[in-house]
């Protein structure tokens, strides 16, 4: 038994060494709290090893509240790559109220351990309920959320055994059937989880990758590239307008040259920010909108009944003078060409046309929309 926990320990170290070097831990990331649910199992093998030799009271309550402090670990886990809420209380609170019971409760033994054994497995179970739930096919959390359930399980019968049969279960360094088969579903769980949160993590860098190469970094906004490819789909690429109630909206913010001049870039800059907030935030979901380059932004507005345009054109002129009033102490308005596109017009037809009535709104006197027959 002895020789299994040190496989345990030394199976934890080497993993979590081999994060640190093979990936590398970002602060607050999910595989940093990967890690200390690693060392936490080291920890806490190892103070249960020499509670054996000395100081077996003492060492034991912290060896415990150690594993219970991987197993808030391993819920902190699912929760960062889950992008769940962390009950942060909760996470502390069982750890260290475990530790105060089971010191409490030491000298009867079989209290003790079944006490620290049901807390462990809730915790694991409560983790592994987390990954399993709506997991669908996402395969690392099949994979984590399966060994984590197994090793739950295995705690809890660990705690069903000493609790109600404590004379065929005397403690945990004894070679029983029940403590081998745990060990080394202690051991394979921790290779899979590891297996499994790396797989996480590559796909949440393959999602970021994906994100940086299709929106605006400053606005948030799909980047023209994106934007093409999206609008000329929805449309039909020129093949019939997929959409005959689409209408395609070229805005353009007027002075802004003025506005880095007198005022700096970084306030242009976040003049370009609050305006993609604004537009994400007046838009509708189905709509598509973009930074079209420079100051210029375009949007696709899906089944636009000209009455709907009216209202949107007003709050849209509305909402990013006052989000600018607000922010900077000062208006900024736009102008805007908009246009019905028409059935087998291609995307390229379409911009050409709303940039022609773009034009004639900066022409006209600016902070005002232009719309070319059809659109209201």
């Known amino acids: ?52 030799l000395v100081l077996p ?36 609170a069982v750890p260290l109220l475990l530790g105060v019971a089971h010191f409490a409760a030491l000298p009867d033994q079989v209290l003790a351990t079944g006490v620290a054994n049901l807390t462990i497995g809730a915790q694991v179970l ?11 096919g996402v395969r690392w959390r099949w994979l984590c959320g399966v060994a984590a359930a197994a090793n739950g399980v295995m705690t809890l019968a660990r705690a069903v055994l000493v609790l109600g049969w404590p004379a065929v279960y005397p403690n945990f360094i004894t070679p029983h059937p029940l403590n ?52 000329g789909r929805a449309l039909g690429s020129g093949a019939g307008t997929a959409d005959p109630g689409a209408v395609l909206l070229m805005l353009d913010l007027d002075h802004f040259k003025r506005v880095n001049d007198e005022h700096g870039h970084p306030v242009g800059d976040e003049v370009l920010r609050l305006t993609g907030e604004t537009l994400r ?12 380059g420079g100051e210029e932004f375009c949007v696709l507005l899906r089944q636009c009944e000209p009455a709907a345009f009216e209202r949107l054109d007003a709050r849209l002129h509305e909402a990013l003078a006052g989000r600018c009033r607000e922010v900077l102490g000062f208006d900024v308005n736009f102008s805007a ?3 019905r596109v028409q059935a087998g017009e291609t995307l390229a037809a379409a911009i050409a046309r709303a940039d022609d009535q773009l034009y004639r709104a900066k022409h006209a006197g600016r902070a005002r929309t232009c719309c070319a027959d059809g659109v209201l």
């Open 337 to 339: 060409g908009a246009v």
């Open 1 to 52: 038994m002895i020789t299994l926990l040190m496989a345990v320990l030394v199976n934890a170290l080497l993993m979590s060494l081999a994060l640190v070097v093979g990936v590398g831990i970002r602060a607050r990331s999910g595989l940093q709290a990967w890690q200390f649910m690693l060392l936490g199992q080291a920890a806490g093998f190892t103070l249960l090893i020499a509670a054996t």
């Open 57 to 92: 009271r003492l060492l034991a309550t912290l060896g415990v509240t150690a594993l219970s402090a991987s197993a808030s670990a391993m819920v902190l886990t699912a929760c960062r790559f889950l992008s769940l809420p962390v009950p942060r209380r909760w996470l502390v």
């Open 281 to 292: 935030t007046v838009l509708r979901a189905s709509d598509l909108v973009g930074r079209y």
């Open 126 to 136: 409560w983790g592994s309920w987390l990954l399993l739930q709506g997991a669908a």
């Open 180 to 231: 081998l088969t745990s060990l080394l579903l202690l051991n394979a769980s921790l290779v899979l989880g590891t297996m499994g949160f790396l797989l996480a993590h590559r796909d949440a860098a393959e999602q970021a990758l994906v994100r940086l190469a299709s929106l605006d970094t400053l606005t948030g906004l799909l980047n023209r590239r994106e934007w093409m490819g999206r609008a």
